[in-house]
């Protein structure tokens, strides 16, 4: 796992990117499933690599959609087979098994990723941070450890607060049981999994976090490494890598 000391990191966002020092508390999940916009500046979205030939749009606009086929005709020369909503998201299906594994690699497959993300190099050591994992046990619990500030586990509760079934807080950690179908990861409901997992995210940025790394581990789904700096202060900008 990386370190507050590390010099390396990857981001997709704008790193001066923060929320203002008068915006409210995140939308709730039922209220996002309403349709009401996010009510801080930034806003996440989900790229789905998929069923070997397949790309899932989650949370994108309709001229973000049109950019991402702009980039996957230029850098995919087999060309796209169709395009559909699926659920909550929109499904682009290519030409060819481009995610399929191969022995010898996928240059094209490589490329096609590479265009579509932004990698950045942090040459100059970090400040401090405040670290945290959040991990989604059992299919339906949702723990955060190593001493979630209040204002993030408050926060976290509002989010899920129709959701919980049970939930644990202590000083060293969060933890909610959601019900066991909360994480499903196949078929139309995986995408509501991924917007939950998005206002997740929004609701992490409005209270200074984001997300460093993933993990995957062998016993549970993939763990978020998440940090702020330390002394943050609502309003103050939020730090990426």
Known sequence: MSSANSQTATDTGNSNAGPSASKPTPLSIQESEQGNPPAHAARFACIDLCNFDCIRLANF??????????????NWHKGIRKSRRYGESREIQLYGLSWMGSASGHDESRLLVL???????????????????????????????????????????????LKIRQQEVTGDRLKIKLGTSAWASTGPHAVKTQLKLLSLLETLESCGFSVYATLGTENERDVLICYRRQGWIQGAPVMHR
Do not use: M
């Not at 606009?61 to 230029?74: F, G, K, L, M």
């Not at 405040?130 to 586990?153: A, C, E, Q, R």
């Open 61 to 74: 606009t309709a001229s973000e959609i049109a950019d991402v086929n702009r980039v996957i005709t230029e």
């Open 115 to 161: 265009h579509s993300l932004v990698f950045r190099k942090q040459v100059t050591v970090p400040p401090p941070c405040h670290w945290i994992t959040i991990s989604f046990d059992s299919y339906g619990k949702l723990k955060i450890i190593n001493s979630p500030p209040s204002d993030l586990v408050a926060a976290v509760l509002r989010l899920f607060k």
